[in-house]
Nanobody, 132 residues
């Protein structure tokens, strides 16, 4: 599976932005996909994830109530809608797939992860800059 992230840009605080992650590969729909971000000088951190089925999601506390995530398995696209952006959201955003197929967040026997080391097929990243 290969992933391509797009949609980044320069916005002002309070604005919205929509990132898209396109999955390439026949088995793409079997995997949880998550967005991570990395600001200069900081560790890569989990932002949001959506299970292979789209029925379960998970968000970092810092973006809960501002960001939503959705997936279109017919077209292999995962979108991250970011509202009320803040300067601290400035980072390079990456999408990646969980290494374990058919996992869900919070339900079932196979749990999705939010740890970067449990993800692979990282896309090239897209830069989001939020000015104050």
């Amino acid at each position: 599976v290969q992933l391509q992230a797009s949609g980044g840009g320069l916005v002002q605080a309070g604005d919205s932005l929509r990132l898209s992650c396109t999955l390439l590969g026949r088995t793409a729909s079997r995997y949880t996909v998550a967005w991570f971000r990395q600001a200069p000088g900081k560790e890569r951190e989990f932002v949001a994830g959506i299970s292979y089925s789209g029925s379960s999601t998970h968000f970092a506390d810092s973006v809960k109530d501002r960001f939503t995530i959705s997936r279109d398995n017919a077209n292999n696209i995962i979108d991250l809608q970011m509202n009320n952006l803040k300067p601290e959201d400035t980072a390079v955003y990456f999408c990646a797939t969980d290494t374990v197929p058919f996992s869900e967040y919070g339900v079932g026997n196979i749990q999705s992860s939010d740890a970067p080391e449990h993800f692979e097929s990282w896309g090239q990243g897209t830069l989001v800059t939020v000015s104050s």
